[in-house]
């Protein structure tokens, strides 16, 4: 896995995430980022603006819907051409 990202967290989530941490291995929590109302700059950081839907604050608009869409590298008919490695 490269990164997973929680967007909006709700502050309940965050505490609790607080309290999980220490447990795991810190490589591993270096993967995960909690994200909360500002998260836009964050996560560009790590994906492209043109591989985001716009309601996450990106540029793409896949035809019916970005969550519907299957473009990605692992679709070899994709139109997507970026891909984006942390």
């Known amino acids: 896995m490269g990164h997973m ?6 502050y309940l989530f965050s505490t609790v995430w ?3 941490k220490p447990w ?3 490589a591993t929590v270096r993967k995960i980022h909690i994200l909360g109302k500002g998260y836009k700059t964050e996560l560009q950081q790590y994906i ?3 591989n985001l839907p716009s309601d996450l604050g990106g ?6 819907g970005c969550s519907l869409s299957d ?3 692992w679709n070899p008919t994709s139109t997507s ?3 984006t490695t942390a």
């Open 48 to 50: 492209s603006p043109e």
């Open 24 to 26: 795991l291995d810190e």
């Open 18 to 20: 607080s309290l999980i």
């Open 5 to 10: 990202f929680i967007i909006n967290a709700p």
């Open 59 to 64: 540029t793409c608009q896949c035809p019916g």
């Open 81 to 83: 051409t970026s891909t």
């Open 71 to 73: 473009a990605g590298p």
